[in-house]
């Protein structure tokens, strides 16, 4: 199991900058590849970005050039530096963790965090 806590959503004016971060405990040594979603009342949720054990990262590309995702191995911790948001940045941000265990694959989610972009 592994449990994740996110902090650093809120209200912010377009063009300002926010961050995110999410702490994970538990079994995090299952854990293979971290990311953040998010969700609009009358959206499916949205993959934002994925960061790998690796280091390999992946954006969608409405965010390319304005986010960036980071994680600190030492501290179990990711986090989602935006900029430049746009008023359609406005979401509940999830953060995840994929855990792999021999052959299963299991997602872990962060309570959520609302970013609102105002014009």
């Known amino acids: 199991q592994v449990h994740l806590v996110e902090s650093g959503g809120g209200l912010v004016q377009a063009g300002g900058s926010l961050r995110l971060s999410c702490a994970a405990s538990?079994?995090?040594?299952?854990?293979?590849?971290m990311a953040w979603y998010r969700r609009t009342p009358d959206q499916e949720r949205e993959l934002v970005a994925e960061?790998?054990?690796?280091?390999?990262?992946w954006y969608t590309d409405s965010v390319k050039g304005r986010f960036g995702i980071s994680r600190d191995n030492r501290k179990n911790r990711v986090y989602l530096q935006m900029n430049l948001l746009k008023p359609q940045d406005t979401a509940v941000y999830y953060c995840?963790?994929?855990?792999?265990?021999?052959?299963?694959?299991?997602?872990?989610w962060g309570q959520g965090s609302q970013v609102t972009v105002a014009s």
């Open positions: 960061m790998t054990n690796g280091g390999s990262v």
């Open positions: 538990g079994d995090t040594r299952c854990i293979s590849a």
């Open positions: 995840n963790a994929e855990c792999r265990v021999a052959t299963e694959t299991s997602h872990y």
